[in-house]
């Protein structure tokens, strides 16, 4: 099968596509055919050996295709079934070995496409906005890079949950793209700033809950913009890591700060499917919509990963196998 597979940590131009083989499935394993896989921030810093893996490998941790042969002990599953996933290495391939345990199926009404869109950025959200704090009608919920694949599914959702949203993107394309989402404000930080803005935005009381993926050049801001008893929540670092605080900081206001994985919130089965089902209804229902950005084949990967780390995407970035 053709794959795209990293031998050395780099830039962009380490994503090559090679012909390798693929074992049989084996005990509670599921041989999945790759229609569509999702690009995502971690596998950027998977690649830059930011968070280093064993060399060689084959990139992506979400992907959508049909179930081809199932190991020993698979009773979820059965061959031709539409499935989606995440949490599993490898789906920058026209095959993947996924754990059984963790497919989701794609109902009939969702594309491929969709499959690889919503797993991680979509349950992403759902912990995001239920886990750190119980939000109520009108909190206010700053999302940074609102217009980014993650950002749009969180301004639907926290707007979902009655709050007001207040974004912050790079360009007025992107506020737009933010706006049509559903957010209530947008804040340009290429020509503001971003604290200002909110205090103003707020009359001074600052946003109750701030969800950043950003890090290095939010996090500073971030510790000004929150309310009194406000929470932060960090789950990326697409600008770097944020620097050092002294946990003192944080009295003067009462503030929050919580460090977040998606992986660290779907640790069974359950809670993967209770996750799942709460973003396929979302879909279904009409109220949260997933905007694919553009789908490259696997012979772009480089060029679709060099996209994604310009910050140049509105939307999820897909690979297609052509499948």
Same mark, same amino acid.
Do not use: C
């Given at each position: 099968?053709?794959?795209?597979?990293?031998?050395?940590?780099?830039?962009?131009?380490?994503?090559?596509?090679?012909?390798?083989?693929?074992?049989?499935?084996?005990?509670?394993?599921?041989?999945?055919?790759?229609?569509?896989?999702?690009?995502?921030?971690?596998?950027?810093?998977?690649?830059?050996?930011?968070?280093?893996?064993?060399?060689?490998?084959?990139?992506?941790?979400?992907?959508?295709?049909?179930?081809?042969?199932?190991?020993?002990?698979?009773?979820?599953?059965?061959?031709?079934?539409?499935?989606?996933?995440?949490?599993?290495?490898?789906?920058?391939?026209?095959?993947?070995?996924?754990?059984?345990?963790?497919?989701?199926?794609?109902?009939?009404?969702?594309?491929?496409?969709?499959?690889?869109?919503?797993?991680?950025? *979509?349950? $992403?959200?759902?912990?995001?906005?239920? #886990?750190?704090?119980?939000?109520?009608? &009108?909190? %206010?919920?700053?999302?940074? +890079?609102?217009?980014?694949?993650?950002?749009?599914?969180?301004?639907?959702?926290?707007?979902?949950?009655?709050?007001?949203?207040?974004?912050?993107?790079?360009?007025?394309?992107?506020?737009?793209?933010?706006?049509?989402?559903?957010?209530?404000?947008?804040?340009?930080?290429?020509?503001?700033?971003?604290?200002?803005?909110?205090?103003?935005?707020?009359?001074?009381?600052?946003?109750?809950?701030?969800?950043?993926?950003? *890090?290095? $050049?939010?996090?500073?801001?971030?510790? #000004?913009?929150?309310?009194?008893?406000? &929470?932060? %929540?960090?789950?990326?670092? +697409?600008?770097?890591?944020?620097?050092?605080?002294?946990?003192?900081?944080?009295?003067?206001?009462?503030?929050?700060?919580?460090?977040?994985?998606?992986?660290?919130?779907?640790?069974?089965?359950?809670?993967?499917?209770?996750?799942?089902?709460?973003?396929?209804?979302?879909?279904?229902?009409?109220?949260?919509?997933?905007?694919?950005?553009?789908?490259?084949?696997?012979?772009?990967?480089?060029?679709?990963?060099?996209?994604?780390?310009?910050?140049?995407?509105?939307?999820?970035?897909?690979?297609?196998?052509?499948?």
């Amino acid at each position: 099968m053709k794959a795209v597979q990293i031998s050395q940590y780099g830039g962009p131009e380490t994503l090559k596509v090679h012909d390798i083989q693929i074992a049989k499935p084996g005990k509670d394993q599921a041989l999945v055919r790759i229609h569509a896989a999702g690009i995502n921030f971690i596998d950027i810093y998977q690649r830059r050996g930011t968070y280093p893996v064993k060399l060689p490998y084959v990139p992506g941790l979400e992907g959508a295709g049909v179930v081809e042969a199932v190991g020993a002990d698979v009773k979820n599953v059965k061959p031709g079934d539409r499935v989606a996933y995440v949490h599993e290495p490898g789906s920058y391939a026209e095959q993947s070995l996924v754990k059984a345990e963790h497919l989701i199926l794609l109902p009939p009404d969702l594309s491929f496409e969709q499959g690889a869109a919503f797993p991680l950025q *979509g349950m $992403t959200a759902h912990y995001l906005l239920h #886990e750190f704090r119980k939000i109520k009608p &009108n909190d %206010v919920v700053l999302i940074h +890079a609102a217009a980014g694949g993650m950002g749009l599914l969180l301004v639907q959702w926290a707007k979902h949950l009655q709050a007001r949203v207040i974004g912050t993107v790079s360009t007025e394309e992107k506020a737009k793209i933010a706006k049509e989402a559903g957010a209530d404000e947008i804040i340009l930080y290429t020509k503001q700033n971003f604290v200002t803005e909110v205090k103003r935005l707020t009359n001074g009381s600052g946003a109750e809950l701030i969800i950043d993926g950003v *890090g290095k $050049t939010t996090f500073a801001g971030n510790l #000004e913009a929150a309310a009194l008893r406000g &929470n932060i %929540v960090i789950f990326g670092a +697409a600008s770097g890591p944020a620097e050092p605080i002294s946990p003192n900081m944080l009295m003067a206001r009462s503030l929050t700060i919580s460090g977040g994985s998606l992986f660290n919130y779907i640790l069974n089965k359950e809670e993967l499917m209770k996750r799942a089902k709460a973003v396929i209804e979302g879909i279904q229902q009409g109220w949260l919509k997933l905007r694919i950005d553009q789908a490259f084949p696997l012979e772009k990967a480089e060029e679709a990963h060099k996209k994604l780390e310009d910050r140049k995407t509105a939307g999820k970035v897909l690979l297609t196998t052509g499948k």
